[in-house]
């Protein structure tokens, strides 16, 4: 991952309801959720959560797949590892007893 790529990764998660979302669906795990219980868990609308997912499959945060009549949002962990990673690759100067503190 480079600058280019995280930041608008972080700029998707600079929302507090797209971050909100974002953690339910890494509690959620691999099996994601409901569009709809995602919007009665935030207490918002549905058009708006669909927005704001919408924000996060377009920084490759989440993904989705229809299963029925329902849409259900999986959290894409190989992209948040990638920025997680990213973020802290340079932790603590490198130094690997500093570094310990970021697992």
Known sequence: M?????AP???ALSDPSRLAILRALVRAGPDGLAAGSIARDLGAT??????HLAKLAEADL????RDAR???YTIRFDTLGALVSWLIE???AGSPSLKACCP
């Not at 480079?2 to 995280?6: F, P, R």
């Open 2 to 6: 480079n600058d280019a790529q995280a």
């Open 9 to 11: 990764r972080f700029a």
């Open 46 to 51: 549905p058009s708006r959560t669909s927005f």
């Open 62 to 65: 989440v993904t989705s797949h």
């Open 70 to 72: 329902t849409i259900i």
């Open 90 to 92: 340079d932790c603590c």
